[in-house]
């Protein structure tokens, strides 16, 4: 059931990395474009290719997952901004915790609108403390779920938030700095 999860804690364990790619649907200007990372994807041996924005203009997200699921064997991993990026054709998904931000929306909301609809899917569910980090400038993730980064110069906070993370059971930490 966490075949991903276990992988990326086995190679973790063995000092090995991992590479994903994210593909943010909104940045994807039509098929042969997306095609052309998919390829380079498949020649220079990705490990996961992740798909999802903060914010989703255009409604081709289930159409990159099929056009990715038919054109390699790399694992699609959702990378959600919001509950209803789900779409049962992806392999897993990133159940992200907004852990530095205090916008309750995106620490549990969101959440528990997706967790029904989860239940009813095949995917994989991997619980994620999400933490944003400054990086000079406004990012979409920061503006859309109207939190404040993590300031690069705050190390404790940085490190005492994955602690937390990591005590409330999350199994990973994804730090964004956009």
Do not use: W
Request: net charge neutral; hydrophobic share 40%.
């Amino acid at each position: 059931m966490n075949h991903l999860l276990s992988q990326l804690t086995q190679k973790s364990n063995e000092g090995k990395r991992s590479l994903g790619i994210l593909i943010d649907p909104d940045k994807v200007s039509d098929n042969s474009a997306c095609l052309r990372v998919i390829n380079m994807c498949v020649e220079n041996k990705v490990d996961y290719i992740l798909v999802g924005g903060s914010l989703m203009t255009k409604n081709n997200f289930s159409q990159i997952i099929q056009l990715i699921k038919a054109n390699s064997s790399i694992p699609v991993i959702i990378f959600p901004g919001n509950y209803y990026q789900i779409d049962s054709n992806a392999d897993a998904i990133l159940f992200l915790s907004l852990i530095s931000g205090r916008n309750p929306e995106y620490l549990i909301g969101q959440h528990v609108i997706a967790a029904p609809i989860l239940k009813r899917t095949h995917l994989e569910v991997i619980p994620v403390g999400y933490m944003l980090v400054n990086s000079g400038h406004a990012t979409a993730a920061s503006y859309i779920s109207n939190t404040t980064p993590i300031p690069t110069d705050k190390v404790s906070i940085a490190v005492s938030t994955a602690m937390a993370g990591e005590m409330l059971g999350l199994q990973t930490i994804y730090m964004d700095a956009g």
